[in-house]
């Protein structure tokens, strides 16, 4: 049975309070937990901004962003009510010592306290140096980053040194939203809590797995941080190389944040370096419509990429000769997240007419519509012999269990909490953002020392023939990106 274990009462002081994500995110999901009972009534939120608001002007804004939020239910007054008198704001200049020490007034000190910096990288050192001047570090605390959390492994161990002179690594919470979402997390069940999988999840069986993270939306809006970032940055960095590292991990020894991540960290360190032919950038065009990538980049000659294909292979004795594709894109058909692991075909064919057997797919859905497939061969229905179709076995739990609970948890309440209670399972440690930053600026470095331009792939495709024909010559192709 789903049940709600309440966390205890907490002050959560939100950097960037009346920005985007937290109107579109963190307020909807602090008030979904509220309103099934995990947080309790005397829980403080305060919003932080370096403009002027009352308390009364935020509850609004929260209340408007709320009411806005997609895939939810609509609030009931009660809760709503209740939730929004737990709002408060503050100013504060984070490049200056003004409204600090109110904030401090603000703060309990018999309370956990957790510092959301829904804020961009750039003032990331500033709120962090006058947390520790202020006070604010003490050992309850929890501060919270937001990607991108550095541009290149430099900035990541600039960003790692000023966190860690104010707070202990315990104490810091790098948060992939990726890692919270539902199907993400049951893959490290599927694993580890049933035996039928784990004896198969090995070169010897698994023909290749197939990592995807592809979006319908361009760069429109977003182009004065997208055109400095590029899909490599923006996404393999983190989302796809952390999806890669739960379906290629070993199993740790216990189920805590350090033996979880000691696993993560050592397949990132085993990831080969990328070779030139494989890798495929891409950037979007529009024939007609004047909404191509390079109609919205800072520059009409910007050689940014919306689109990265890989191939990448793992070092170890689990993985060895078994390739991992990973591909992500912007303005492309359809917006799909999934893992896909292919196992080997039968060794031996006993049916006529199979051509060396059907091919078992497992499919972790992320989005839309989350939930786990698998690919198996069963005889066709009806007299006549045996006649083979490949069909899909649904072991979603999407639509059956999130009736039951009225919704499946969003991955930002899910991550909050586990911010309040002290759970770094799901959050990334120094070692590993340093690791992955090691192997993507080696792959960056390989094309620009090339020189090269992203090949053009037209909007509203599958993306690049050239990211096919990485494929096409291993005798595998990409799985389509249906809905």
């Given at each position: 049975?789903?049940?709600?274990?309440?966390?205890?009462?907490?002050?959560?002081?939100?950097?960037?309070?009346?920005?985007?994500?937290?109107?579109?995110?963190?307020?909807?999901?602090?008030?979904?937990?509220?309103?099934?009972?995990?947080?309790?009534?005397?829980?403080?939120?305060?919003?932080?901004?370096?403009?002027?608001?009352?308390?009364?002007?935020?509850?609004?804004?929260?209340?408007?962003?709320?009411?806005?939020?997609?895939?939810?239910?609509?609030?009931?007054?009660?809760?709503?009510?209740?939730?929004?008198?737990?709002?408060?704001?503050?100013?504060?200049?984070?490049?200056?010592?003004?409204?600090?020490?109110?904030?401090?007034?603000?703060?309990?000190?018999?309370?956990?306290?957790?510092?959301?910096?829904?804020?961009?990288?750039?003032?990331?050192?500033?709120?962090?140096?006058?947390?520790?001047?202020?006070?604010?570090?003490?050992?309850?605390?929890?501060?919270?980053?937001?990607?991108?959390?550095?541009?290149?492994?430099?900035?990541?161990?600039?960003?790692?040194?000023?966190?860690?002179?104010?707070?202990?690594?315990?104490?810091?919470?790098?948060?992939?939203?990726?890692?919270?979402?539902?199907?993400?997390?049951?893959?490290?069940?599927?694993?580890?809590?049933?035996?039928?999988?784990?004896?198969?999840?090995?070169?010897?069986?698994?023909?290749?797995?197939?990592?995807?993270?592809?979006?319908?939306?361009?760069?429109?809006?977003?182009?004065?941080?997208?055109?400095?970032?590029?899909?490599?940055?923006?996404?393999?960095?983190?989302?796809?190389?952390?999806?890669?590292?739960?379906?290629?991990?070993?199993?740790?020894?216990?189920?805590?944040?350090?033996?979880?991540?000691?696993?993560?960290?050592?397949?990132?360190?085993?990831?080969?370096?990328i070779l030139p032919g494989n890798?495929?950038?891409?950037?979007?065009?529009?024939?007609?419509?004047g909404d191509g990538y390079l109609?919205?980049?800072?520059?009409?000659?910007?050689?940014?990429?919306?689109?990265?294909?890989?191939?990448?292979?793992?070092?170890?004795?689990?993985?060895?000769?078994?390739?991992?594709?990973?591909?992500?894109?912007?303005?492309?058909?359809?917006?799909?997240?999934?893992?896909?692991?292919?196992?080997?075909?039968?060794?031996?064919?006993?049916?006529?007419?199979?051509?060396?057997?059907?091919?078992?797919?497992?499919?972790?859905?992320?989005?839309?519509?989350?939930?786990?497939?698998?690919?198996?061969?069963?005889?066709?229905?009806?007299?006549?012999?045996?006649?083979?179709?490949?069909?899909?076995?649904?072991?979603?739990?999407?639509?059956?269990?999130?009736?039951?609970?009225?919704?499946?948890?969003?991955?930002?309440?899910?991550?909050?909490?586990?911010?309040?209670?002290?759970?770094?399972?799901?959050?990334?440690?120094?070692?590993?953002?340093?690791?992955?930053?090691?192997?993507?600026?080696?792959?960056?470095?390989?094309?620009?020392?090339?020189?090269?331009?992203?090949?053009?792939?037209e909007a509203g495709s599958n993306?690049?023939?050239?990211?096919?024909?990485?494929?096409?010559?291993?005798?595998?192709?990409?799985?389509?990106?249906?809905?």
């Amino acid at each position: 049975m789903y049940k709600i274990i309440p966390v205890k009462p907490f002050d959560f002081v939100l950097f960037g309070a009346t920005g985007d994500l937290a109107s579109r995110e963190i307020l909807p999901a602090l008030y979904h937990r509220f309103r099934v009972g995990q947080m309790p009534d005397n829980s403080n939120v305060i919003g932080v901004s370096r403009a002027e608001h009352s308390d009364e002007h935020f509850r609004n804004l929260a209340s408007s962003a709320i009411k806005a939020a997609p895939n939810s239910e609509p609030p009931d007054g009660d809760s709503l009510d209740r939730f929004l008198r737990c709002l408060s704001f503050r100013r504060v200049d984070a490049n200056g010592d003004e409204g600090w020490d109110c904030l401090a007034g603000a703060v309990r000190s018999d309370v956990p306290a957790a510092y959301y910096l829904s804020v961009g990288p750039s003032v990331f050192e500033n709120i962090v140096c006058r947390l520790r001047e202020h006070g604010f570090a003490r050992s309850e605390a929890r501060i919270v980053v937001e990607k991108p959390f550095g541009q290149n492994l430099e900035s990541a161990r600039r960003l790692n040194t000023i966190l860690t002179s104010t707070f202990d690594e315990a104490q810091i919470y790098r948060i992939d939203h990726y890692l919270g979402k539902e199907t993400v997390q049951n893959l490290m069940a599927l694993r580890f809590a049933n035996a039928l999988f784990e004896p198969l999840w090995n070169g010897q069986y698994v023909d290749h797995v197939q990592i995807t993270v592809a979006e319908k939306l361009g760069i429109k809006g977003r182009q004065d941080y997208y055109d400095r970032t590029g899909a490599m940055r923006d996404m393999v960095q983190n989302h796809l190389l952390q999806l890669l590292c739960l379906a290629a991990m070993e199993p740790p020894s216990r189920f805590d944040p350090n033996s979880v991540r000691d696993e993560k960290t050592k397949v990132i360190k085993s990831l080969e370096p990328i070779l030139p032919g494989n890798v495929v950038r891409g950037q979007y065009f529009s024939e007609n419509s004047g909404d191509g990538y390079l109609d919205h980049a800072l520059s009409s000659s910007s050689r940014t990429e919306s689109y990265v294909a890989l191939k990448c292979t793992i070092a170890n004795w689990r993985w060895s000769g078994t390739p991992f594709y990973l591909r992500t894109g912007k303005c492309l058909r359809n917006r799909v997240s999934e893992i896909a692991v292919t196992f080997k075909r039968p060794p031996h064919v006993i049916f006529e007419g199979m051509d060396g057997g059907q091919e078992n797919v497992l499919a972790i859905r992320l989005q839309p519509n989350e939930g786990i497939t698998m690919q198996i061969t069963i005889k066709e229905p009806g007299p006549g012999g045996m006649r083979l179709a490949s069909v899909p076995l649904d072991m979603s739990f999407a639509s059956s269990l999130g009736q039951e609970i009225g919704g499946l948890t969003n991955a930002y309440e899910r991550l909050i909490m586990d911010v309040i209670r002290g759970d770094q399972t799901l959050f990334m440690r120094n070692d590993e953002v340093e690791a992955a930053w090691g192997w993507t600026d080696a792959a960056i470095a390989l094309w620009e020392s090339a020189d090269n331009r992203p090949v053009a792939y037209e909007a509203g495709s599958n993306g690049p023939i050239e990211a096919d024909a990485l494929l096409h010559r291993d005798n595998r192709s990409w799985r389509k990106l249906t809905l």
